[in-house]
């Protein structure tokens, strides 16, 4: 990779030594939009439809025969980018950038917005996230022109490491799956009892607990203490409540200690998360917890058992886990040393298998920095000191 970066560097200090003129998008491209409804989606369609998604849906009517860069106008604004050249139809909310200058190929543009747009737009927006954005903001993006000798090069650098990193993470990826099999074989394995050990219902490990109610007026966008519902439970909250309502709620009423394991009772039922102690509130009777007693029944051990539990009752699958349903289901219940002995060859496994620190997801990780680093120097270029790149 270092030869080819010297090649680029030799042909830019040879055809534009004084650096590269940039422009504005609206400059040099048609910014637009597409007129096309995701309902109007089909299989095997004979045109690609590109909504609001990564992924592409079909249809047999196309809007556009073009070469273009296409975008989000609303949902991954700034992560999402798809290049076409050919017929397709797009969605209404979803952009075009179809350039109109002969000084710039497309796939160049189509590699340098998609390392550039998001810093961009965050930058614009002075926000962590972007929920949608205009055509105004998309003609105002600057983007550099160096020779076409030096975007073709780019291009090929880029294609073929684009190319080779797709194989080796689709290889890393059968890797990881093959792994997670193989944890969830032993897993099973290992969480798998008869008579040999006691068993007891969930009802005789512990009282089962949630948090005190919170009304709608109560939550705010933005604030001080993250409030999970069940549709952000795991994930990354968008509703906050008070300092002074957390500190009151957690003094009068069930709290979860470090450790707990929460539980969805709704939704997907049976998601796990371990509390980690920091201040947080759960959505009551949505996300509940066992106050077991760690000296019959290890938090670790049990967050590793609801993994292998079939939450359903006698009707079948069921829509809500009510505590009457919980307290019934049993559990096995090892010497506190053999589920230890679990607990670390679980713990082994799920870093493997999950911790981007460790194993395959690191590995995937570091690939992936590896590219963005050759790609940002490829793409990085010294304007032109007449030029005023904002």
């Known amino acids: 990779m270092d030869k080819k970066m010297n090649t680029i560097e030799k042909l830019i200090s040879e055809l534009c030594p004084k650096g590269v003129e940039f422009k504005e998008l609206g400059e040099v491209a048609e910014v637009g939009t597409g007129s096309s409804n995701g309902k109007e989606a089909i299989d095997n369609g004979k045109y690609p439809l590109f909504v609001r998604s990564k992924f592409v849906k079909s249809i047999d009517t196309f809007e556009f025969d073009e070469e273009a860069i296409l975008i989000p106008g609303e949902g991954g604004v700034g992560e999402i980018f798809h290049y076409i050249n050919g017929k397709y139809a797009l969605h209404q909310r979803a952009y075009r950038i179809h350039f109109i200058t002969p000084k710039i190929f497309t796939k160049f543009a189509y590699y340098y917005l998609y390392a550039n747009f998001l810093p961009y737009i965050l930058k614009k927006s002075l926000n962590a996230t972007v929920k949608s954005i205009r055509k105004p903001m998309i003609e105002k993006f600057h983007i550099p022109i160096p020779p076409l000798p030096v975007q073709e090069e780019i291009v090929k650098i880029l294609d073929t490491f684009t190319e080779l990193e797709a194989e080796l993470e689709a290889e890393l990826e059968a890797e990881l799956e093959a792994r997670k099999k193989q944890y969830e074989y032993y897993r099973d394995e290992l969480l798998t009892f008869r008579d040999e050990v006691e068993w007891k219902t969930l009802g005789e490990i512990g009282n089962i607990c949630m948090c005190k109610r919170i009304f709608k007026n109560e939550t705010f966008m933005s604030g001080e203490i993250p409030f999970y519902k069940i549709g952000t439970f795991g994930k990354e909250a968008n509703a906050f409540i ?149």
């Open 242 to 390: 008070t300092q002074e309502l957390y500190d009151e709620y957690r003094r009068k009423y069930s709290f979860p200690k470090k450790g707990d394991v929460l539980l969805s009772a709704s939704g997907t039922i049976g998601r796990r998360v371990i509390y980690n102690g920091e201040p947080a509130y759960f959505q009551d009777s949505n996300i509940i917890w066992i106050d077991n007693h760690e000296n019959i029944v290890l938090n670790k051990y049990l967050y590793y058992l609801y993994a292998i539990i079939e939450w359903k009752t006698e009707g079948g699958t069921i829509k809500r886990l009510y505590n009457d349903n919980l307290k019934k289901i049993k559990i096995p219940i090892p010497p506190l040393s053999e589920q230890e002995r679990i607990v670390a060859i679980l713990d082994k496994f799920d870093a493997l298998v999950n911790d981007i620190s460790a194993g395959l997801p690191a590995e995937l990780n570091a690939r992936r920095k590896q590219y963005e680093y050759y790609r940002n120097r490829l793409l990085t270029f010294k304007p032109l000191e007449t030029d005023h790149v904002g």
